[in-house]
């Protein structure tokens, strides 16, 4: 009677070992699956480039209209794209120093020279294009932050894109209103 019992409960064991094996491995394979979502992909890494340099231009003519700004409103706005984009590009540097993705030192060669023509400018003229400038790149800026949340795999980027998309649509209607009083 007791070899029967011993059979029985040695062929449970060989059936539980295989289903205890593969509850093992879901947990390996979910964590290297994860760790592969968590890397950038070339969108994520492109994203974070371009939203490097727009901050820096952003910067870059905020400090220029706080500077020779004639109309009030570009210079208070000039004052809150430093203070916001500054903000927004620690955020952004932290995730690419994770990642490990490279970032230029300055903003690219087209915006350093649409901010190079409009600093040529001055009085109302210089306030005028100036607003004109920001109001295209900040277009610019929200359509790389939309194609980055359509298309971008890993969260932090993604997380990235998402908080600077409600500061960008602020500033936008901030310029598009100062341009008609300005």
């Known amino acids: 009677m007791r070899r029967p019992v011993v059979t029985v409960v040695a062929g449970m064991s060989m059936l539980l070992v295989p289903a205890v094996a593969e509850a093992a491995v879901p947990p390996v394979a979910a964590s290297s699956s994860a760790a592969i979502a968590q890397q950038p992909s070339q969108q994520d890494r492109t994203f974070l480039r371009k939203a490097h340099q727009g901050n820096l231009a952003e910067i870059a003519g905020g400090r220029l209209a706080v500077r020779k700004g004639t109309c ?18 620690r955020d952004v540097r932290v995730v690419a120093d994770r990642f490990d993705v490279r ?80």
């Open 72 to 89: 009030h409103a570009v210079r208070r706005i000039g004052g809150t794209l430093v203070t916001d984009h500054s903000r927004l590009d």
């Open 103 to 182: 970032l230029p030192t300055e903003p690219s060669a087209e915006q350093r020279r649409q901010l190079a023509r409009v600093a040529r400018l001055s009085g109302s003229a210089f306030d005028r294009a100036w607003l004109r400038l920001q109001i295209k790149q900040h277009q610019e800026a929200r359509r790389l932050g939309q194609q980055e949340l359509r298309h971008g795999h890993a969260p932090a980027v993604k997380a990235l894109a998402a908080k600077a998309g409600p500061v960008i649509e602020h500033h936008l209607r901030q310029l598009q209103k100062a341009l008609a009083h300005c």
